[in-house]
């Protein structure tokens, strides 16, 4: 089976991104516990500038209290995370540094969107201008005056997306954007976080979308439990199978499993091999005179290879590991 590298991510400054700046997101060794359960286990990783990190993970592996951790709402037991090498609350301009949505229900529900974010403004001190600009960019305009409390889900997740660009931060750090959009308005979505990262700025994105994170995202960091079980990008993560069609497959997995590979069935008769490279799956199948009709590179879905990674994790969680392959 193919390893897919877990250890912690390597921390510390990667460098200016595409702008010539950029700020890093660096979660190191970061432990917090509630009561008796650990919640976050020793977890290392960094989202850096320049890149959508997609942030993955069933329900109740640590994912927003990672996120809280990031912002100051939450202590740690051990380790922390600091944007551009300082703590959330240490920064002097929070509100300009680190735009946040974490819920879409923090708005009083009698107040229109317009004043909700005007509000915000004043208290972080940006121009009210800004306002009426980040309201035309989650495309929210023509709806701003009206009262929070009539807004569908949809509607109120713009707002909150809205909140998180007034400062115009260089990082992003959101907990489910796209919930309750339609595809028009996650398209829109999609096409502004990536800009932003386009320009150099960190964007860390949560979601239960695995088909909308295989879109947006460029880095992967997943977690089970509490624990890193991947990480890296999106490519590198995908370039882990090969799909082999043959007339004689029952054979030729024969074959390919005494070699040590992982082989699965695919839906339309083919097998899907891991743990054995290309060369030498075909190496394998010339020697034992089998002919191949496919050996291609295979992907597969983020859904599949996320229900793999973490099952792995689940299936090999003992107190004592310190890494999970998949």
């Given amino acids: ?150 807004y569908s889900l949809g509607m109120r997740q713009r707002l909150g997306f809205a909140a998180a660009l007034l400062g115009d931060p260089p990082v992003l750090v959101l907990d489910e954007p796209a919930n309750g959009l339609d595809p028009q308005g996650m398209h829109e979505m ?8 386009a320009h150099g700025h960190t964007v860390l994105v949560s979601s239960h979308l695995l088909a909308e994170v295989e879109l947006l995202a460029d880095d992967l960091v997943v977690i089970h439990r509490g624990r890193l079980v991947a990480h890296g990008s999106l490519e590198e993560l995908q370039e882990d199978a090969t799909l082999v069609r043959s007339d004689s497959i029952a054979e030729l997995r024969q074959v390919l499993e005494a070699s040590g590979a992982d082989v699965q069935p695919d839906a339309e008769g083919a097998i899907v091999v ?22 291609s590179p295979h992907a597969g879905s983020l859904e599949a290879r996320f229900l793999r990674w973490t099952s792995a994790a689940a299936t090999h969680d003992r107190p004592d590991d310190t890494e999970v392959t998949a």
Avoid: C, W
């Fill in 1 to 150: 089976m193919a390893e897919v590298d877990v250890r912690p991510a390597q921390t510390g400054d990667p460098g200016p991104g595409p702008s010539g700046g950029g700020l890093s997101l660096e979660v190191a060794n970061l432990t917090k516990r509630y009561g008796g359960n650990t919640v976050v286990d020793d977890l290392s990783f960094v989202a850096r500038p320049g890149r959508v990190t997609g942030f993955l993970g069933p329900n109740g592996s640590g994912k927003s209290t990672t996120m809280k951790v990031m912002l100051d709402l939450a202590s740690a037991e051990h380790g922390g995370a600091t944007i551009g090498g300082q703590r959330y609350r240490d920064l002097p301009d929070p509100a300009g540094t680190v735009g946040a949505l974490l819920e879409s229900n923090a708005f009083h529900p009698g107040r229109s969107g317009r004043d909700h974010l005007r509000i915000l403004a004043d208290a972080a001190g940006t121009s009210s201008d800004r306002v009426d600009e980040v309201l035309e960019l989650v495309h929210l305009d023509d709806a701003a005056d009206r009262r929070v409390g009539g």
């Fill in 190 to 197: 999609r096409d502004l976080l990536r800009s932003r990262a």
């Fill in 274 to 295: 891991r743990g054995l490279s290309i060369a030498a799956i075909g190496d394998q199948a010339f020697a034992a005179g089998i002919a191949l009709h496919e050996l």
